[in-house]
């Protein structure tokens, strides 16, 4: 085990190499995830993988992760515009990180997020080019509509260079079912908790910063100490 000294540094450990293998692990099963969802699956398609538990639902979003988006024209481009330049910086911040010789714990949260941000950067730029389906706005602009039968890779795309949706597809809920029927506006209604759907690239993301909060809150010198 290295040992650390009083900065939260460590003298030896996590390598480039390590954080190029593991941030194009993460992307290599993303990317590899998505694009089977995308031309095996028809659009709102599930399948069951662990019973109830693990689902995979094939929908996709045009914006943040957990399907987040900007209510505005323009705000899918400036999106994956900030993905860009969030990867681009990330780029410089990790190598800054292994040069200094940071821990491998915070290196490896660091990488996470970058990996997550990589994924869902990809699908931006590139998925409305080389896919010929893709979900899109309705007439109102309001929500985006499901398209019919299975997506296929095309020289004509559904939209135009960096105006891509992210695919999603992991869907896990915890357990569902019915209101009270005493309690006031949802009495009766069915509900399921933790109904999200999202991706290996937004697990990628969560589990990243989490790691940094753990950190944060056990070693509050490493996260102090960041340049």
């Not at 709102?44 to 689902?55: A, F, K, Q």
């Not at 135009?160 to 992991?170: A, C, L, R, Y």
């Not at 069915?190 to 991706?199: A, K």
């Amino acid at each position: 085990m290295v040992s650390e000294n009083f900065n939260g540094k460590t003298p030896g450990g996590f390598r480039a190499k390590h954080a190029v293998l593991l941030i194009l692990g993460i992307l290599l099963l993303d990317q590899a995830l998505k694009i089977y969802i995308k031309t095996h699956f028809t659009y709102g398609e599930e399948r069951l993988v662990l019973g109830s538990w693990l689902r995979l639902h094939f929908i996709e979003n045009e914006g943040m992760a957990w399907g987040l988006k900007f209510k505005i024209d323009a705000g899918k481009l400036f999106l994956t515009l900030f993905r860009l330049v969030a990867v681009i910086w990330g780029t410089f911040f990790i190598l800054k990180l292994i040069r200094k010789k940071y821990p491998a714990k915070l290196l490896t949260c660091c990488c996470l997020i970058y990996a997550g941000a990589a994924g869902n950067l990809i699908d931006s730029m590139f998925y409305g080019v080389i896919f010929d389906k893709g979900a899109m706005f309705n007439a109102n602009g309001t929500d985006l509509n499901n398209y019919e039968g299975l997506a296929q890779f095309t020289t004509h795309g559904y939209t135009s260079f960096m105006n891509g949706n992210v695919v999603d597809m992991i869907y896990c809920p915890l357990f569902s079912g019915h209101f009270p029927s005493w309690m006031p506006f949802v009495g009766g209604d069915y509900f399921e908790f933790f109904n999200l759907i999202f991706n290996l690239a937004d697990a990628a993301i969560c589990i990243g910063l989490a790691g940094l909060l753990l950190l944060r809150k056990r070693k509050p010198e490493v996260i102090e100490d960041l340049p």
